[in-house]
């Protein structure tokens, strides 16, 4: 059974809304219109890794845009049929795991594993984990009050490489 990284979440985050696909059983190119959560064979489960126990999801009726812990919409039939919201479990989300996997199965539909990746960081973040803060200058001036002969330092050395490299890019291999 393939499973596809889908899902990059900071450990520890709360009322996560996550999509999944349910392809109908018959033909996996079609998209499963109509699951319902109380339907005879629904389950959920998920699995951390270092955990020694799967732990079911009890799967609840949902609104778009709500979250509850097991919550289950369908998006829209007609223009995305298959698709489906889901709330995750905030004891799936969170810390002491880097990864967890979720299983959701229904009558006549087939849902691929859904893994999650559980990181220490916001992968949202555009400040801290985005190329933004490279160029911040309110850091660099802060850097340069705060530690002025190691900032003088590393601003050298930095300096130094960054010529050699515009050099190196700048310079035409000989004929």
């Given at each position: ?109 087939t849902v691929t594993p859904i893994e999650i990746s559980l990181v220490a960081y916001d992968p949202q ?51």
């Open positions: 059974m393939p499973i596809e990284h889908q899902h990059t979440v900071k450990a520890g985050s709360v009322s996560k809304l996550l999509l999944i696909f349910a392809a109908d059983a018959r033909d996996p190119t079609v998209g499963k219109r109509g699951v319902k959560y109380d339907a005879p064979g629904a389950v959920a489960a998920y699995f951390r890794e270092g955990e020694t126990a799967a732990h079911p999801v009890p799967l609840a009726p949902g609104r778009l845009g709500q979250w509850s812990p097991g919550s289950l919409t369908e998006v829209d039939a007609e223009l995305m049929p298959g698709v489906y919201q889901l709330g995750a479990p905030d004891e799936m989300l969170a810390r002491g795991s880097t990864r967890a996997l979720l299983l959701v199965r229904f009558p006549g539909a973040d555009s400040e801290r984990i985005g190329v933004s803060s490279l160029a911040n200058a309110e850091r660099h001036q802060f850097l340069r009050r705060a530690m002025p002969r190691l900032t003088e330092m590393e601003l050298g050395l930095g300096a130094g490489v960054e010529g050699e490299l515009r050099r190196s890019l700048t310079a035409r291999p000989e004929d």
